[in-house]
């Protein structure tokens, strides 16, 4: 299952109803009937412009000048009955009344266009986010598997949070990312950090091979990836690679407040589990840790030495990175996510209680768990969320 927000369906254009066009019409014959029935000395015709104003809001230019070209004739009629045509003051309110139509339905024909415009981009983007973050299966093997996207950038269906899983020989590669930043900038590195993932993941290489496979696809620094190719350049390792941490990383590697604003990486958890093991491999780059729940207990899985985020510290080889095991039964659901879920607030600061929340619900389901998730966290953050949010939930079954 997979929840996210849907844009409209762009195809067919938008059309009024009976009842919306019938407000300018009866605007017409009342302001009319007043008029009519009123004193020579009142004049109610200039409100007849009102008719082809509350058009344009809902109907396109068309409908708009066929409202204001009644409007005129209605002023006409005014006209007749109360002194003639030929009256300065008549003939200034029909002048009027017919610059203000034209004006009115130039005004939405431009309005109309621009809709269009934005419409055929807003499809383009929805045809190009579900070829770049495509949905997860609901059956991956022996693993059910529930998924949400939500992006916090208003009108787009996909930010800097990632997610990516693929079928192999023995059984199942599992991904979550987070690109640094959020929004519509950082969807150029998660396609980057997808392709490259969906180009190696399905050829089973061992989880180790995979993840240098995609540090240095994301590493964008060619003068330094040369240096780090010349023979007998030193690779950095265990210890190494913690003493090179950027600084404003975290523990795990995660960007703190103080990460400078140029530099450009990938927090990430990438999982192999295999179908006639019951266990997981997991290789973490800096990512939060994935929760396993077992009979209502609730376990985070945090590696003994989490590795950098993608896309610092260089090229690297398979030799820099090593898979860390964790029991994985029948029965178990796993959770991955990003750390939108965890760092999104409510009203009065208070983060998201994401290890309360799974002890108290004790869900066994990934369907109802990310149904219920979901809903609960933008809840908690008043109906709006301020970051890419991306989770997913795994059960496995008997084979």
């Known amino acids: 299952m997979r929840l996210q927000h849907r844009l409209p369906d762009f195809g067919e254009p938008w059309r009024p109803s009976r009842a919306l066009i019938a407000v300018p019409l009866g605007l017409i014959g009342l302001i009319v009937a007043v008029d009519l029935l009123t004193a020579p000395n009142i004049h109610l015709g200039p409100l007849l412009v009102v008719a082809p104003t509350i058009t344009a809001v809902f109907a396109g230019p068309r409908l708009t000048a066929l409202i204001g070209a009644l409007a005129v004739a209605a002023q006409i009629i005014i006209g007749v009955f109360h002194g003639g045509l030929w009256t300065s003051n008549h003939q200034a309110q029909i002048i009027a009344l017919v610059v203000i139509t034209l004006f009115v339905v130039v005004f939405r024909s431009v309005h109309e266009g621009h809709e269009r415009a934005l419409n055929q981009a807003r499809w383009v983007a929805d045809v190009a986010q579900k070829v770049l973050l495509r949905p997860l299966p609901a059956h991956l ?13 208003a009108g787009a269906q996909i930010g800097g949070d990632l997610y990516a899983a693929v079928r192999t020989p023995r059984g199942a590669r599992v991904m979550i990312g987070d690109v640094r930043g959020k929004g519509l900038a950082a969807v150029g590195d998660a396609a980057l950090l997808l392709g490259a993932y969906r180009a190696a993941a399905h050829r089973d290489p ?34 190494a690679r913690e003493a090179a941490k950027p600084e404003g990383t975290g523990r795990t590697g995660q960007p703190t407040g103080d990460t400078p604003a140029g530099e450009r990486f990938v927090t990430a958890a990438v999982l192999d589990i295999p179908d006639d093991e019951q266990v997981l491999r997991l290789i973490n780059c800096g990512h939060p840790p994935p929760i396993l729940l077992r009979d209502g ?100 079954r008997p084979a």
């Open 297 to 396: 207990e609730l376990t985070e899985l945090a590696v003994k030495d989490p590795a950098l985020p993608l896309g610092v510290g260089g090229c690297v080889t398979e030799e820099d990175y090593e898979a860390e095991t964790f029991p994985y039964r029948d029965g178990d659901l796993l959770l991955l996510y990003t750390d939108g879920v965890v760092e999104t607030r409510d009203a009065d600061g208070v983060f998201y209680p994401l290890a309360d929340r799974l002890r108290a619900w004790r869900e066994t389901d990934p369907q109802r768990l990310a149904q219920r998730l979901h809903s609960d966290l933008v809840a908690h953050a008043g109906g709006s969320l301020d970051d890419d949010v991306a989770l997913v939930a795994i059960e496995r």
């Open 141 to 153: 093997g022996p693993l059910r598997i529930a998924s949400v996207y939500v992006a916090a950038e």
């Open 206 to 239: 061992p989880l180790p091979r995979l993840v240098a496979h995609l540090q240095n696809a994301v590493y964008s620094e060619p003068e330094e990836a040369e240096e780090a190719e010349e023979p007998g350049a030193a690779r950095e390792t265990g210890a």
